[in-house]
């Protein structure tokens, strides 16, 4: 069964045409990775499937579908007097999460209860991804949408993170789609790829979408990427 059917997207902003033709469907529980150069429109079309931007095509997301998005950027000042447990409060207030949902979500992106009483400013990179990760599950969403979440984390941080995300998927059988520009990590983990281009897009599972010559055609120049496997 699908969980989201997609057909004959487009978007458009302030009279550019950003999205055209855009069409896939995704199974439940799968993992899909969005890529492309910058302003081929991911994050648009991310906005537009939770419906947060107008579009023309078809959307349909499965009647039980409970979405959770981590955007790119988040709009707050990270020098606010704010640790992360007021932080998680406030979202937990909002969704009417108990302390027990509070706790299962900071298990499940492996944050210690103590990184908590941390200003949020103070915390590195992958802490806070992970903190905005336990953010979004506090809706209990069977559909986990992130726009490039290791952006601005290094790189032990970044599998750290990547693996948090994949074992969401692994454990609770959720759906993960996700903005990234590290191939090597789309290649390992993703059962489905969608390449946005700036002449057109592609469907597929990584082997046949991560052609030399797609993403030549994606990206416009000639582009590899190394798998790290690990023992």
């Not at 298990?107 to 949020?120: D, F, K, Q, W």
């Not at 191939?183 to 700036?198: Q, T």
Request: net charge negative; proline share 6%; glycine share 10%.
């Amino acid at each position: 069964m699908n969980v989201l059917e997609v057909q004959d997207l487009g978007i458009r902003l302030g009279g550019t045409e950003v999205i055209r033709g855009v069409t896939f469907n995704l199974p439940r529980a799968s993992c899909l990775a969005v890529i492309g150069p910058n302003g081929a429109g991911k994050t648009v079309m991310l906005r537009a499937l939770i419906g947060a931007l107008p579009h023309t095509g078809k959307i349909a997301w499965a009647a039980d579908t409970v979405l959770g998005y981590v955007p790119q950027r988040l709009d707050i000042e990270r020098d606010l007097p704010l640790n992360g447990r007021d932080f998680l409060r406030a979202k937990a207030a909002l969704a009417g999460s108990s302390s027990a949902m509070q706790a299962a979500a900071l298990r499940s992106v492996g944050l210690a209860e103590e990184v908590l009483a941390t200003p949020i400013g103070n915390m590195s990179g992958g802490q806070f991804q992970r903190l905005l990760i336990a953010f979004a599950l506090l809706g209990n969403p069977n559909v986990l949408l992130l726009d490039e979440p290791a952006a601005g984390v290094d790189a032990p941080g970044q599998a750290h993170l990547n693996e948090v995300i994949h074992g969401l998927q692994d454990t609770h059988a959720m759906t993960v789609l996700l903005v990234s520009h590290d191939l090597s990590v789309v290649y390992r983990y993703a059962d489905h790829v969608l390449c946005l281009g700036r002449h057109g897009a592609c469907f597929g599972p990584p082997r046949s979408a991560l052609t030399p010559e797609t993403l030549q055609e994606v990206y416009g120049q000639p582009l590899g990427f190394h798998v790290h496997t690990h023992a």
